[in-house]
Nanobody, 118 residues
Framework: QVQLVESGGGLVQPGGSLRLSCATS????????MGWYRQAPGKQRELVAF???????NYADSVKGRFTISRDNDKKTVYLQMDSLKPEDTAVYLC????????????WGQGTQVTVSS
């Protein structure tokens, strides 16, 4: 059974930091490009960042320089360090796993809420 379980969300003040984690099971972690998406109320889901098994990364322009994605292939876990948070970062953050061979987006987590507010 495949599971992607996010944690680490919460309420934070503008300028603060949060670290999200996505623990996986049931997938061959090293064969997947791991990503973080977010969806705010009334908005489309958007890609925040992704990381390949070798460590190459890509970020949305809106988070470059503030967010850092990383992965631990031994722990089968992907992280998203979020610094200098802004109110517009408020969203549900979802972990994803894309097959590196077929490029198919295969699995999603259930999401974790991040709220940036004073």
């Amino acid at each position: 059974q495949v599971q992607l379980v996010e944690s680490g969300g919460g309420l934070v003040q503008p300028g603060g930091s949060l670290r999200l984690s996505c623990a996986t099971s049931g997938i061959i972690f090293s064969r997947h490009v791991m990503g973080w998406y977010r969806q705010a109320p009334g908005k489309q889901r958007e890609l925040v960042a992704f990381i390949a098994s070798g460590g190459s990364t890509n970020y949305a322009d809106s988070v470059k320089g503030r967010f850092t994605i990383s992965r631990d292939n031994d722990k089968k876990t992907v992280y998203l360090q979020m610094d200098s948070l802004k109110p517009e970062d408020t969203a549900v953050y979802l972990c994803s796993a894309r097959n590196a061979v077929t490029s198919r987006l295969e699995y999603w987590g259930q999401g974790t809420q991040v709220t940036v507010s004073s």
